[in-house]
């Protein structure tokens, strides 16, 4: 029997990270989370490149630009789709949760889901470091142990 993992060593990988504006005072706080779990893996500064978008619905397409790119091991994709009293909420989480699945089912490089789709903005804020840990952080340790992992496939 043979088992593949990953594992947390990040020396020399090269991390995309792509984060939405919109919800700043969440997304920021995602953000500074997964660029220090990514210097805790040992992953250098300079080998992470970080693209705003104005919003999580252009997600999407800022990872696919960087996945296709083929000069990352990993995209982290960060955002926040807090509800609000529209239906606007469930259009754009539902949008930006299968643009990043599809990419991540092409298995190409490997993509993060680390987007918040929170009730209130409490939610998304114990989320970003304040009482639920943060979920950046947990999008970087996947990050550099998918692209371990993808390394070892076939």
């Keep these: 029997?043979?088992?593949?993992?990953?594992?947390l060593d990040g020396r020399g990988l090269k991390i995309a990270i792509a984060v939405s504006r919109f919800n700043e005072v969440v997304t920021k706080n995602l953000l500074e989370g997964a660029v220090s779990g990514l210097k805790r893996t040992a992953v250098s500064e300079g080998d992470i490149?970080?693209?705003?978008?104005p919003g999580a619905f252009?997600?999407?397409?800022?990872a696919a630009r960087f996945a296709a790119s083929g000069k990352f091991d990993a995209v982290i994709v960060l955002g926040a789709v807090i509800r609000g009293a529209t239906a606007h909420f469930e259009y754009v989480s539902?949008?930006?949760?299968?643009?990043i699945a599809h990419l991540a089912r092409e298995g190409k490089t490997p993509v993060i889901f680390g987007v918040l789709t929170?009730?209130?903005?409490?939610?998304?804020?114990?989320r970003a470091g304040l009482k639920?840990?943060?979920k950046g952080t947990d999008?970087?340790?996947a990050a550099v142990e998918m692209a371990n992992l993808y390394k070892r496939l076939p």
């Excluded at 929170?118 to 114990?126: R, S, W, Y």
């Design 1 to 7: 029997m043979e088992i593949l993992e990953g594992c």
């Design 49 to 53: 490149t970080i693209a705003w978008a």
């Design 58 to 62: 252009e997600l999407p397409g800022i």
């Design 94 to 99: 539902s949008a930006v949760n299968s643009g």
């Design 118 to 126: 929170t009730d209130t903005v409490e939610q998304a804020m114990d």
């Design 132 to 134: 639920c840990g943060n």
């Design 139 to 141: 999008a970087a340790a």
